[in-house]
C-alpha cells in the first residue's frame, strides 16, 4: 500500500483544527509581534510601503504591523477557519486590513505590487518540497517591487544540540531507507501535537542561503533571534528560538 506524502492538503488541515485556530487566536492579543520581528520590521519596512504577510494565520504580525503604523498591510493564508478569525478581529478593532484565501505557491498579483512582504513563524517551512519551497520565493520576489523586502524565519537543523542525536538517528534511517514514507526529504519532520500532525522542514543555513540565490534573492541579514534581542517567556513559549532571515529583491 502506498503511503500518502505530505501534501498542500495535510498543512492545510493542521491550521483548521478547534483548538489550533483557538491558539493563534490568543497570539494576536497576548504576544502579538515578537520583540525580534519589531527589530527587523522598523529597520527595514517602510510605512508607506504596501506589506503582504504571508501565512498570517489569524492576524497575529497583519494586527502588529497595523499597530505599528503600517497600514497598508495585507494578510493571506491558507486556511479558510484562520481568515476567518483574521478579519473578525480585525473588524472588532476597526483596522482597515484586507485579508484573503491564498495560496503563497501561487500569489494572484501584479508583478511589482509590494514593497515588503514576510512570512512568519517559519511558515515558509511548511511547505512541502525544496523545489515548492523555491517556487514560493519566486513569486514573492515577482510581486516585490525592486529593491523590495522579505523577512522570514526557519529553523537551523544543525544549530541545536538537544537534537543532535535525533538528526543523527534520521540521517541513518535515511540512507537504510527506513524514513517516515510520509516525508520528502530528510531534514523534514512531521510533529505530533494535542490535536494534529504538523509538517516542518528543519533546513541547514547552507540550504537556506542556497534556495534564496536559486530565487534571485539578495541576503542581507541572516541571525538567530536568541542572539538579536531577548524575548519574552510567552514568545519563548510560543515558539523555540529560530533564524530570522532578512533578503532583498535586486
Not at 17 to 27: F, L
Not at 149 to 173: I, V
Not at 189 to 198: G, L, T, Y
Amino acid at each position: 500500500m502506498n503511503t500518502r506524502k505530505v501534501d498542500t492538503e495535510f498543512v492545510r488541515k493542521s491550521f483548521t483544527t478547534e483548538k489550533t485556530v483557538s491558539d493563534y487566536v490568543k497570539a494576536v492579543t497576548e504576544i502579538g509581534l515578537w520583540e525580534s520581528e519589531k527589530m527587523m520590521i522598523e529597520k527595514y519596512f517602510n510605512p508607506e510601503s504596501r506589506i503582504l504577510d504571508i501565512g498570517c494565520g489569524a492576524g497575529r504580525t497583519t494586527i502588529g504591523l497595523y499597530k505599528l503604523g503600517y497600514h497598508l498591510v495585507e494578510g493571506l493564508d491558507l486556511s479558510e477557519a484562520m481568515i476567518t478569525q483574521a478579519r473578525r478581529i480585525s473588524k472588532e478593532l476597526n483596522y482597515n486590513i484586507a485579508f484573503s484565501l491564498r495560496d503563497a505557491a501561487c500569489l494572484d498579483y501584479d508583478d511589482e505590487t509590494f514593497g515588503a512582504a514576510l512570512f512568519s513563524f517559519n511558515g515558509i517551512m511548511q511547505i512541502p518540497e525544496r523545489k515548492n519551497r523555491i517556487k514560493v520565493l519566486k513569486e514573492i520576489k515577482r510581486i516585490l517591487k525592486p529593491k523590495g523586502y522579505f523577512l522570514f524565519t526557519t529553523h537551523e537543523r544543525d544549530s541545536s544540540k538537544e537534537y543532535e542525536s535525533f538528526w543523527k538517528e534520521e540521517k541513518r534511517r535515511w540512507a537504510l531507507h527506513l524514513q517516515d514514507k510520509k516525508l520528502h526529504e530528510f531534514g523534514d519532520k512531521v510533529i505530533r501535537m494535542e490535536e494534529r500532525d504538523i509538517f516542518l522542514h528543519f533546513p541547514t543555513k547552507e540550504e537556506v542561503i542556497s534556495s534564496l540565490e536559486e530565487a534571485g534573492f539578495i541576503l542581507i541579514e541572516g541571525v538567530l533571534r536568541s542572539e538579536l534581542c531577548e524575548e519574552s517567556e510567552e514568545v519563548k513559549k510560543f515558539s523555540t528560538d529560530c533564524v530570522l532571515w532578512l533578503v532583498q529583491k535586486p
